[in-house]
């Protein structure tokens, strides 16, 4: 890896320690522990497993930090705790839950967020034989849901029909670590226990390609791509369990692009990338550093930039989408951090004195809007992510546009609700065959 800075806008990031007034405190959280980063966030709220019967998770309006209450307002409809959860990137107001009962849940939010114990969600989806540990939403297809199960199998499902779309049953024989969707959704790659990262076609559910022995450590590896530009990044460990990561080109997988040693460390690296600035942030479990990367399609391909350094560690990490950052402070990212009973916001600024947008480092980012609808996808339809403009000016008819032609979420019914909707039918048109026969009417 070059030591040298190349000139970039973003060589300045910095990250201001959070104020107290801005986090989020007196949280029970749960003490389950897993392969999940225990905390995700959307532009409005974020979302925690806390202690209790049911699995109860709680989702909490990013604009309102403060001390949370003992009697905090859940979601809790499972029977066992919740492993983890996920935002519809399309719909600020769903999420789904995975849960140790084998089952996964999705559920509706109110609007402002939750106000009173939601216990009734919105679809069940049963198929997994073992304990839900990872989801993972795709990121262009309408209510497409990816599950990974403690039986190692990866499912797919249609959420808004309630149907299993494919599975992944055969391909890993040892524990899932880690699920991450490419730019486009076409793919998805699995890291594994067994060391080997595999690249699976997402619509047919068959393995295409796969790295044997990414990292020679025994701990858990984690990955994310590398948005448009279709690179693999693997967060992992030596044999001597010193922390690195590696680029890798899923086209030629024999070798890494690049490798990048960081420190010796026994705690999990959460990895970040964000698509629009071509930055990668990389969080620790167990530390509160948080280093931060420019990441280049050209070699050396990395170029570091400046760390985050505090003393409170972070059991886990969650990323907020671009659409919920202060762009005329020049907010450029933002991590939720949660700690053992809290949640700290971490802001990274670009430095600039003008007031006004900077459209150079706000490009258009992900919007509200899918780009193909599930059965789209499944036909065989490739685009990439609809985008928006940051840019507030603009922004606010975008954001309109989108609310005003967003469809409602309308689960399918299930064959049981069916039922009892045509056990009703024919109760009434009996009730109404009788009526009229006690009227000397034929019906």
């Known amino acids: 890896m ?13 990250c201001d320690p959070p104020r107290v007034d801005a986090q989020f405190t007196n949280l029970r959280l749960s003490t389950v522990t897993g392969e999940q980063n225990y ?7 974020f979302a925690v497993a806390l202690s209790g019967g049911g699995g109860p998770i709680t989702v909490i309006n990013l604009d309102k930090p403060g001390r949370m209450l003992t009697d905090q307002p859940v979601i809790s409809g499972h029977s066992a705790a919740v492993l983890d959860f996920e935002f519809n990137p399309f719909n600020d107001q769903i999420i789904a839950t995975g849960s140790e009962d084998m089952t996964v849940k999705i559920w509706g939010i109110p609007e402002g967020g939750l106000t009173a114990n939601i216990t009734t969600p919105l679809v069940d989806l049963t198929g997994h034989s073992r304990k839900v540990t990872l989801l993972r939403f795709h990121p262009t297809a309408e209510n497409v849901l990816a599950s990974v199960g403690g039986e190692n199998t990866v499912k797919l499902w249609d959420i808004q029909k309630g149907v299993e779309i494919n599975s992944l049953s055969s391909a890993h024989d040892q524990l899932i670590q880690d699920i991450v969707w490419d730019y486009t959704g076409t793919e998805y790659a699995t890291s594994c226990k067994d060391k080997n ?18 990292h020679e450590g025994a701990k858990s590896m984690k990955l994310t791509y590398a948005g448009t530009t279709g690179k693999l ?9 010193q922390r ?16 990048v040693d960081i420190d010796q460390a026994a705690g999990v690296i959460m990895p970040f990338y964000d698509a629009d600035t071509n930055l990668l942030y990389l969080a620790g479990k167990g530390d509160g550093n948080v280093r931060y990367y420019e990441i280049s399609s050209e070699a050396p391909h990395v170029y570091p930039l400046s760390d985050f350094r505090s003393s409170v ?11 919920g950052l202060d762009v005329m402070a020049c907010e450029s990212a933002r991590l939720m951090k949660l700690t ?73 019914k299930t064959a049981a609700q069916l039922q009892i909707e045509l056990d009703q039918a024919n109760a009434r048109i009996k009730d109404l065959e009788a009526r009229l026969a006690a009227a000397g009417l034929e019906a």
Do not use: C
């Not at 990044?233 to 369990?241: A, L, Y």
């Not at 560690?313 to 659409?323: D, I, L, Q, T, Y």
């Open 2 to 14: 070059s030591s040298f800075v190349r000139s970039s806008k973003f060589r300045h990031v910095f």
């Open 39 to 45: 905390i995700k966030a959307n532009p409005k709220y």
């Open 197 to 214: 990262i595999r690249i699976i076609d997402a619509r047919s559910a068959a393995v295409s390609s796969t790295i044997e022995q990414a």
């Open 233 to 241: 990044i693997s967060v992992g460990f030596t044999r001597q369990s």
């Open 244 to 259: 690195q990561f590696k680029i890798w080109d899923p086209r030629n997988t024999t070798k890494e692009l690049e490798k």
């Open 313 to 323: 560690s972070a059991k886990g990490m969650a990323w907020v989408p671009k659409r």
């Open 340 to 412: 053992t009973n809290s949640v700290e916001p971490l802001s990274f600024f670009v430095p600039r004195k003008s007031d006004s947008f900077q459209d150079d480092i706000y490009p258009d980012t992900a919007s509200y809007t899918a780009a193909h609808t599930a059965d789209e996808w499944l036909a065989g339809s490739d685009k990439p992510p609809v985008l928006m403009s940051l840019n507030p000016a603009l922004r606010g008819s975008a954001v309109a546009a989108s609310v005003s032609e967003k469809k409602v979420f309308v689960a399918a």
